[in-house]
Each structure stands twice: as C-alpha cells, then as structure tokens.
C-alpha cells in the first residue's frame, strides 16, 4: 500500500515481509480478538500490510489470563481450522504467549508451563503500575533454564522513563527489547512516543512486534507515519527480527 504521492512516510509501507512476533489475535483468550471472524479479519489485514508470518502471544497473567499451553493450543488449532474452512491461505500462524512477571511466573517456569517463541525466546511483561518486585530474580532464572528474555513494548513502562539508567541495568543483564509499532504513532500518547524514539536512538531496541488486539489497533498502525532516519534506524531491527523468528 505504497503511498506514492505522499512526502511523508507510512510506516506499513515497509512492513512487508515482517514477522510479527507480538500480537493478540487467537480468539476469546484474553484481551485481544473475542471472536473467529475477529481474528480472521486481523489476519486479512495483516496480509494486506504483506505480514503473513505471525506469531500470536496471548497473554499468560496470574488472576487475569490464566492461559497455559493447553488454552493457548486450542485456540490456536480453532483458529487454523477457520482459516482452512475460510480458504485463507499463505498464512505462517504460530502461537507463544507474552507472560507477566508476576507472583505465580517462577512456579510456570519451573514447570515448564510456558510458551516461548522459536522454543529459545521468551517474552515478558511487568505492570505498568510498578515494576516487578521479583523482575530481576525471574530474569536469571529465564536465562538459567536457557531461555533469552524480551521484555515486551519497554517505551510504555512510565516509572522507567526519567532516564535510560534501568533500561541500560536491564540490557546489561541480557535482556531483549521488543517495541511496539504503534508506539511510533500517536497511539499511546506523547510519552510514549518520545521514550519509543530515545530508545531506537540509543541502540537499545533489538526487535519489534505490533501488539496488535483488535481492528482499531490495527488500522491506527496504518496511520503512522515516519521520517527518513527512522527509516534507516529500523531497517536493521526489522531484518533482525525476521532473521530470528522466520523459522517458527
């Protein structure tokens, strides 16, 4: 969807061929897609973008999501079974979760109830209240069981926005950032966007996801527009992603 009469640039212009390793398409399993044909939708209009490898990661969160691999599997399996009814076709749809670092994650972890992407990755989460009591800790462990942490969308975190100090702590500590594609836009609001450019200014972004959860979401991605230097800055990460997570 190349917008040649535009002096400025939309960001989908340059999705193509992404994979997209953070969204919330399965359906009914948490606070993403409700239904099927909400999913199914987000999938056409993932294609349409020329995103047609996804990796959904629902949320796993003690109290609020209480999905394991069973709830995450089948939903994903329902979903593939509509797209075969629905003839969708040239679509890589694969499933992980994004978990919380929350008080009951290092009981899932042990147990190996988790969902990591390409079996090596693991994304996670913290409030967006406060940061995990326990955040450090469960880091060492991902990484004890052989896991690689990424710390999903780090620009929303606001109590980490007063300096770079904790995210630079966290990356020497070896932990992946993911950052949300809408975060570049006005989705989130003016905070979040300014943390989103310092840390691609910084070097400190390693991938990108949407985080996508429903149509809205989806076509306020298709609003955002970008300007030639972070074109060049997120070239890179978009190639880094793919080469990653396109064996799912």
Do not use: C, W
Request: aromatic fraction near 10%; avoid cysteine; proline fraction near 3%.
């Amino acid at each position: 969807m190349l917008h040649f009469f535009s002096s400025k640039k939309f960001l989908v212009d340059y999705l193509e061929g992404l994979v997209d390793i953070h969204n919330h398409i399965l359906p009914g399993i948490d606070d993403g897609a409700k239904t099927v044909e909400e999913s199914i939708l987000l999938i056409k209009g993932f294609a349409e973008l020329g995103i047609s490898s996804i990796i959904a990661t629902p949320h796993i969160m003690h109290h609020y999501y209480r999905n394991n691999q069973e709830t995450i599997k089948d939903s994903l399996l329902i979903l593939k079974n509509e797209l075969l009814k629905e003839d969708v076709k040239d679509i890589s749809l694969y499933a992980a979760a994004e978990h919380m670092i929350d008080d009951n994650f290092e009981s899932i972890l042990e147990s190996d109830d988790i969902m990591p992407i390409e079996s090596h990755y693991l994304l996670v989460e913290m409030s967006y209240l406060q940061a995990s009591i326990n955040f450090d800790d469960a880091i060492q462990k991902i990484k004890k069981q052989g896991y690689f942490p990424i710390l999903a969308h780090p620009e929303r975190y606001l109590y980490l926005h007063e300096s770079l100090v904790k995210h630079n702590e966290y990356k020497k500590q070896g932990v992946l950032y993911q950052l949300n594609l809408l975060s570049l836009g006005k989705y989130y609001g003016k905070q979040v966007k300014r943390m989103a450019f310092k840390l691609l200014e910084e070097g400190l972004i390693d991938f990108v996801g949407s985080d996508v959860h429903n149509p809205s979401q989806l076509n306020s991605l298709k609003e955002v527009q970008v300007n030639d230097k972070t074109i060049k800055t997120l070239q890179p990460i978009l190639e880094k992603t793919n080469l990653h997570f396109n064996n799912s």
